[in-house]
């Protein structure tokens, strides 16, 4: 294990070193460019097949790869190991924002599109398995949002990550995945084992508001975190060690929040839409509906419903009196008594 017992600082952090500073971390740089090919070779092969795939999601996609960059190569990068709320842009942004913008890329439909049918198939099994509703619970995916940042700063486990860059990693792909985990099955672009409906998304958001005030008033007025560490870096320059903690809490609380406020945009959006196809297909329903009583009702074979007739109808005299123009009426013997009376008929009353 590579481990750094009491790492050198780097140099004071400026506004000109905002652009300038990056850091060459290999795993990542790897990883990243991994996921951007197999990303975009997947996409050219759906386009060769005459398969359309949104450009919008490709674009996404690469966001989020992007912001994994951003945040490890880059100045935050540089910083994330010497000062507190550097870390803490790091760690919101791996677990907020990266997973969102992957999850909007749809990679797991993508998979399913460019797979053998014999592997899509048991990938479909496993997803639609008991294991995997039960792993995607609301329940479940709350406290997979939730508990990171509890665990990690609350527990050695952030120093632990401070002072190791195997610890490091492993902690920054949990993050990641367990972001991920929540926006997957909220979002609901890729398949998803269950279909929970998303105002109970909305209330998820809410908590997980709640306990992001909550993790920030406890490193705002708790404790230290890593002292040792920290102190051992013997850092001359920037906040000391109770307002840079303060202002990581700042970032891991109102960061969050503000990271939360695109997901929320997105899945009213989504919410919408869905209640737009949903009003549409019932009122194509009910045309339908009508469209086939209609049929029925001019069927030839269906009996025509008559009017009921009045009263007056039915009487001799009356009848001939009121009777409409143009209609004819035979008037029985019994009414008349002569044959040529019931051969002629009536004459109409307006003559």
Same mark, same amino acid.
């Given at each position: 294990?590579?481990?750094?017992?009491?790492?050198?600082?780097?140099?004071?952090?400026?506004?000109?070193?905002?652009?300038?500073?990056?850091?060459?971390?290999?795993?990542?740089?790897?990883?990243?460019?991994?996921?951007?090919?197999?990303?975009?070779?997947?996409?050219?092969?759906?386009?060769?097949?005459?398969?359309a795939?949104?450009?919008?999601?490709?674009?996404?996609?690469?966001? %989020?790869l992007?912001?994994?960059?951003?945040v490890?190569?880059?100045?935050?990068? +540089?910083?994330?190991?010497?000062?507190?709320?550097?870390?803490?842009?790091?760690?919101?942004?791996?677990?907020?924002?990266?997973?969102?913008?992957?999850?909007?890329?749809?990679?797991?439909?993508?998979?399913?599109?460019?797979?053998?049918?014999? !592997?899509?198939?048991? +990938?479909?099994?496993?997803?639609?398995?008991?294991?995997?509703?039960?792993?995607?619970?609301?329940?479940?995916?709350?406290?997979?949002?939730?508990?990171?940042?509890?665990?990690?700063?609350?527990?050695?486990?952030?120093?632990?990550?401070?002072?190791?860059?195997?610890?490091?990693a492993?902690? %920054?792909?949990?993050?990641?995945?367990?972001?991920?985990?929540?926006?997957?099955?909220?979002?609901?672009?890729?398949?998803?084992?269950?279909?929970?409906?998303?105002?109970?998304?909305?209330?998820?958001?809410? !908590?997980?508001?709640?306990?992001? %005030?909550?993790?920030?008033?406890?490193?705002?007025?708790?404790?230290?975190?890593?002292?040792?560490?920290?102190?051992?870096?013997?850092? %001359?320059?920037?906040?000391?060690?109770?307002?840079?903690?303060?202002?990581?809490?700042?970032?891991?609380?109102?960061?969050?929040?503000?990271?939360?406020?695109?997901?929320l945009?997105?899945?009213?959006?989504?919410?919408?839409?869905?209640?737009?196809?949903?009003?549409? !297909?019932?009122?194509?329903?009910?045309?339908?509906?009508?469209a086939?009583?209609?049929? !029925?009702?001019?069927?030839?074979t269906?009996?025509?419903?008559?009017?009921?007739?009045?009263?007056?109808?039915?009487?001799?005299?009356?009848?001939?009196?009121?009777?409409?123009?143009?209609?004819?009426?035979?008037?029985?013997?019994?009414?008349?008594?002569?044959?040529?009376?019931?051969?002629?008929?009536?004459?109409?009353?307006?003559?």
């Amino acid at each position: 294990m590579d481990v750094l017992l009491v790492p050198s600082p780097p140099p004071p952090l400026t506004w000109g070193r905002l652009l300038t500073m990056w850091t060459p971390n290999l795993g990542v740089l790897v990883v990243v460019a991994t996921l951007g090919m197999a990303y975009g070779l997947g996409v050219r092969r759906l386009r060769r097949r005459g398969v359309a795939w949104p450009t919008g999601r490709s674009w996404w996609f690469l966001t %989020g790869l992007g912001s994994i960059l951003l945040v490890t190569v880059s100045v935050v990068g +540089v910083y994330a190991g010497t000062l507190f709320w550097d870390r803490a842009v790091q760690n919101i942004t791996l677990l907020m924002i990266t997973p969102m913008f992957l999850a909007l890329g749809a990679p797991l439909t993508l998979l399913r599109e460019v797979l053998p049918e014999p !592997a899509t198939r048991r +990938v479909s099994r496993v997803l639609h398995s008991t294991a995997a509703r039960a792993l995607t619970f609301p329940m479940v995916v709350t406290v997979a949002l939730i508990a990171p940042l509890f665990v990690l700063y609350l527990t050695p486990l952030y120093e632990a990550s401070l002072r190791s860059t195997v610890v490091s990693a492993a902690v %920054g792909v949990g993050l990641v995945a367990a972001g991920f985990l929540y926006f997957w099955t909220r979002f609901r672009i890729d398949p998803t084992p269950r279909t929970d409906p998303y105002l109970l998304t909305m209330a998820i958001s809410v !908590a997980e508001v709640i306990f992001d %005030g909550v993790l920030g008033l406890t490193l705002w007025l708790g404790p230290l975190i890593a002292p040792h560490y920290y102190q051992a870096l013997h850092r %001359g320059w920037g906040p000391d060690l109770r307002l840079d903690q303060i202002i990581g809490a700042g970032v891991l609380w109102i960061g969050g929040d503000l990271a939360g406020l695109p997901f929320l945009a997105a899945v009213a959006h989504r919410m919408m839409r869905e209640d737009q196809r949903h009003a549409a !297909a019932i009122d194509a329903e009910l045309d339908a509906h009508d469209a086939s009583a209609g049929a !029925a009702a001019t069927s030839p074979t269906t009996p025509v419903p008559t009017q009921p007739r009045l009263w007056w109808e039915d009487h001799p005299e009356l009848a001939q009196r009121f009777r409409h123009p143009g209609a004819t009426i035979a008037v029985s013997a019994t009414s008349h008594g002569s044959t040529h009376d019931r051969e002629e008929g009536p004459r109409p009353w307006r003559d």
